[in-house]
């Protein structure tokens, strides 16, 4: 019987080939978008808050917690970026300068919220309006979810700004230490300790909330 | 070990986020310690809720919402010239803003403290009281070829504020050098200000202090 050759490398590699390429042309894509938008183009703009917006708007309502306040974030975020996109080197990646001004513009808006003295709004009461990426069938599943969501972001609500924001960026939104480090403009071992402090401060709430075990 | 300072290390640990010397550390703890196995099951309890936070996401009106109100509020915008684009990119390309504007800022400090320590200097020359060149009876060139080094330059007159107060000490030694070095004066080259010598060598300064009888 005439074996056949092992086509599977072969495969493997022209799938990864295929998608570095595909990367490729959404970068150079995008870095179009980014030099036509500097020089005031509004639909190249348009695009670029197209494909970023989601992003932008969901860190900010995980950061401040009221949807109205990070729907302002976000528009303020976008504006920033128009205004300064000239400043911006497009030979590096773009979002991670983006989720950096998210941050701080999200940092500005919590502290003028707080000099304001205007009360946080939690997240469960605020915005009934989240969407949920796999929505369950059962109702009672999806009671006991928006039940275990307010629960959580009242813990997040009762950690202090710095360490709220690293963990909400490195596990919520999921980015690495390093990205968080870079996002915070802080060092890695700062954002290490603020996620460690975090999570048992965290794990004691959730505690609390089902009557302590321990 | 004390289990206190470990729980912060196990918070770390439980998503991965330690070293692998710090990791080894935590998990011989872990086999050996349950009240802190206990803690890391906790933390990943509850880490593993906040996990299901990732699919909770916001809704689509209110992201077109943002959007009109972002490209409505960017078409009154006036759009970045030109020219600042390119200025920028040329002086601020590839580096970080802050480090760009920190070496601009040290570039400007240096040469401005160059230039006014240069224009501090010349100003000090033009300051410095003219040397009395008349009164002053220029050695025989012969005499000034017959001069030890270092050479002597024209004198450079100091005047006091206030009548100086001469050590009796000083007339010795300053008349033991003057035989030395300096060339005979006549009595009519005589004054009462003190005078300053100036060598080839800095570390050499001749100071002539002449009494009423001009020794």
């Known amino acids: 019987m005439e074996s056949r050759p092992d086509t599977s490398l072969i495969d493997a590699r022209s799938l990864w080939m295929s998608q570095s390429s595909q990367e490729g042309a959404r970068a150079s894509e995008l870095t179009n978008l980014l030099t036509r938008a500097a020089s005031g183009d509004a639909a190249a703009f348009e695009q670029i808050v197209i494909r970023h917006e989601r992003r932008v708007l969901t860190l900010s309502w995980r950061l401040l917690g009221a949807i109205e306040d990070a729907q302002d974030a976000a528009q303020e975020v976008f504006l920033r970026t128009f205004k300064y996109l000239h400043r911006f080197d497009a030979q590096k990646p773009f979002e991670p300068w983006l989720i950096r001004m998210t941050v701080n513009v999200c940092r500005d808006l919590g502290k003028a919220r707080q000099q304001r003295g205007a009360v946080i709004v939690e997240h469960g009461e605020s915005y009934d309006g989240a969407e949920l990426r796999d929505p369950g069938n059962d109702p009672h599943e999806e009671l006991q979810f928006e039940q275990q969501r307010q629960m959580l972001y009242r813990a997040l609500d009762e950690l202090p700004e710095k360490e709220r924001t690293a963990f909400v960026l490195r596990d919520i939104e999921g980015m690495t230490t390093e990205e968080t480090a870079e996002a915070l403009g802080s060092s890695e071992a700062t954002v290490r300790s603020q996620i460690s402090s975090a999570r048992l401060k965290i794990r004691k709430h959730v505690e609390r909330m089902n009557g302590g075990r321990r | ?215």
């Open chain 2, 1 to 215: 070990m004390k289990c206190t300072a470990l729980e912060s290390l196990i918070a770390l640990y439980i998503e991965g986020d330690l070293p692998v010397s710090s990791r080894r550390r935590v998990e011989a703890h872990l086999q050996s310690c349950s009240a802190c196995k206990t803690l890391a099951e906790d933390l990943r309890e509850s880490q593993s809720l906040f996990k299901v936070l990732r699919a909770a996401t916001v809704n689509s009106s209110d992201l077109s919402g943002v959007r009109e109100r972002v490209l409505n509020e960017v078409g009154d915008l006036e759009p970045v010239p030109g020219w600042v684009i390119t200025v920028h990119r040329l002086f601020f390309a590839g580096m970080r803003r802050r480090n760009a504007i920190a070496g601009v800022l040290l570039a400007a400090l240096v040469s401005g403290g160059a230039w006014y320590s240069q224009w501090h200097l010349a100003g000090e020359r033009t300051n410095e009281a003219p040397v009395d060149v008349a009164s002053f009876e220029v050695p025989a060139p012969a005499d000034v070829a017959n001069m030890d080094q270092p050479s002597v330059k024209a004198p450079q007159i100091v005047k006091p504020a206030e009548p100086l107060e001469i050590p009796e000490a000083l007339p010795a030694e300053v008349s033991a050098e003057q035989s030395v070095d300096e060339p005979a004066l006549t009595q009519s080259q005589v004054s009462q200000i003190p005078m300053k010598f100036v060598t080839d060598d800095p570390d050499i300064i001749i100071y002539w202090l002449p009494t009423d009888k001009g020794d």
